[in-house]
């Protein structure tokens, strides 16, 4: 916080002795009469000088009025926040976007900055240029209550609840960690290049002064730091948003933006991770029911197995493509990191003996062999079949480079407005990287063809189908649904 503050005193025992007089005039700290035109005068005497100081606040958001302030839960109708244009506070946040800490002027509808900080100015006409690196963490979450079970395309509460959040929990928690969420999540920012000065703000763009509680750096990150070093933020949230979030759909959710901001040497840049806070689930599409042939909607996966669990689900990147499967194991074949690391591209050491696939000709076996976590299991055909099905779900293709050609991690197929699938490719029988990443995908199901092979979900640029058949030792990827 900066040192040369000027914040407002209360001066409530000079207005009482005026109280009676309507139109009176003030003079605080001296004889003198108020000089014309002025309600309060400060007129200090016999050589005492100082100034003003300011109510010190902390602001999270700028169009709400903070919930500290007296009786704040009475502020809530424009003509009650119009009864409070002309109010000034110093605010104390650091990390309030665009202009961090400094003089803000309260206008009826939102603080206006009027100066005092050296905060950075992202939010204006062109901003900042965006920088190179990562920024990961938890993206979305849901309370998982029973306001929304089954309803506004939400999932069902008790599939929910493998993957809800409890934001009066305040244990502390990373990108990678399992369900439940915490209401304290830590955030990554890794730098590619040597860079200096990284520091964190946010923008809370719905649900403004409902969010964020505070964020606290792990360390101070004003110095030199060298690539690939992890820089770490915390974000506590409100515990009360385990109740303003109650019965948000995701057309509703609370949207926050995180920036980490760094200097390259020459200039300021931004990287920008956006996050939702619902009572919905955060992914899944119309498919067939898990008990019936009714069309409903169900909660899958957000990412593919094995993949970043911190990268953003619907932007294609190679952090979001996973692991590869073999079909009827619960097991990875190869990780994401050796999916895409050069040295296995031609072949993977002893594919054969790796995971082997069952040769029975019973389905994938969601009992002893599930991959997905608990609660989640493989699709069945069926399931994919629905979900490609456009009298159900919109599919639209991303990308435009849908090209065999190195490290193309740049395509992908989004299913309604919930659901993303990368272009992820696949492995051959041999471990070989046969079907390029970014020119299609190949997704398994969990039902079995004769005794050696396995269904999929197929898609390319132009089309999509589940009537593709490959031999089980194919190395593919798997994105789980919900088992109810």
């Known amino acids: 916080m900066k040192t040369n503050q000027f914040i407002f005193a209360a001066f409530t025992a000079a207005f009482l002795s005026v109280a009676n007089y309507a139109a009176a005039q003030v003079t605080i700290g001296g004889s003198d009469l108020p000089k014309a035109g002025t309600i309060v005068d400060l007129n200090p005497q016999n050589g005492v000088k ?12 700028l169009t709400a009025i903070p919930a500290t302030f007296p009786n704040a839960g009475a502020i809530s109708t424009p003509t009650e926040k119009q009864a409070l244009a ?6 104390a946040n650091d990390y309030l976007i665009p202009n961090g800490d400094g003089l803000y002027l309260w206008d009826g509808s939102k603080w206006n900055y009027w100066g005092g900080s050296d905060g950075v100015d992202i939010l204006t006409s062109g901003g900042l240029p965006t920088g190179s690196g990562t920024f990961s963490g938890k993206r979305c979450f849901d309370i998982a209550t029973t306001g929304n079970d089954d309803i506004n395309s939400c999932g069902t509460t008790a599939v929910r609840t493998f993957q809800k959040t409890d934001f009066i929990d305040r244990t502390s928690q990373d990108g990678v960690s399992a369900a439940p969420y915490s209401g304290v999540q830590e955030y990554t920012f890794t730098p590619f290049g040597t860079v200096n000065n990284v520091r964190f703000y946010f923008s809370e763009t719905v649900g403004g002064g409902h969010i ?15 690539s690939g070093t992890k820089c770490k933020v915390k974000v506590y ?18 949207k926050l933006k995180l920036y980490a901001v760094y200097n390259d040497g020459s200039a300021d840049r931004v990287l920008e991770l956006n996050t939702s806070f619902q009572d919905c689930s955060c992914c899944g599409a119309y498919t067939k029911a898990a008990a019936s042939s009714d069309i409903v909607w169900r909660a899958f996966m957000c990412h593919n197995l094995g993949a970043n669990q911190a990268a953003d689900p619907f932007t294609p990147a190679a952090e979001i493509h996973g692991a590869k499967y073999k079909w009827g194991v619960s097991n990875a074949a190869v990780t994401q990191a050796q999916d895409q690391d050069p040295a296995y591209k031609s072949s993977v050491p002893d594919w054969t003996n790796i995971t082997k696939p069952p040769t029975t000709s019973a389905d994938w076996n969601m009992t002893s062999a599930n991959p997905c976590p608990d609660g989640w299991r493989v699709p069945t055909k069926e399931e994919w ?17 849908w090209s065999s050609v190195n490290n193309n991690y740049t395509t992908g197929m989004q299913v309604g407005d919930a659901l993303f699938l990368p272009a ?3 492995r051959d029988t041999s471990g070989k990287l046969y079907y390029a990443p970014g020119t299609d995908s190949y997704y398994w199901s969990t039902v079995a063809s004769g005794t050696s092979s396995g269904n999929t979900l197929h898609f390319y640029e132009t089309n999509q189908k589940t009537d593709f058949v490959l031999t089980r030792s194919h190395g593919l990827s798997v994105r789980c649904i919900s088992k109810k």
């Open 50 to 61: 100082g100034g003003l100081l300011l109510s010190n606040v902390e602001l999270t958001s």
């Open 86 to 91: 002309g109010m000034i506070v110093w605010n």
């Open 212 to 226: 964020v509680d505070s964020i606290v750096p792990n360390t101070n990150y004003s110095g030199s730091i060298t």
């Open 237 to 254: 949230y409100k515990e009360s948003l385990q109740s303003t979030l109650l019965n948000k759909t995701r057309d509703q959710a609370f």
């Open 385 to 401: 079949t629905a979900v490609i099905n456009t009298s159900n779900n919109a599919i639209t293709k991303v990308g435009t480079n």
């Open 424 to 426: 992820a490719g696949g």
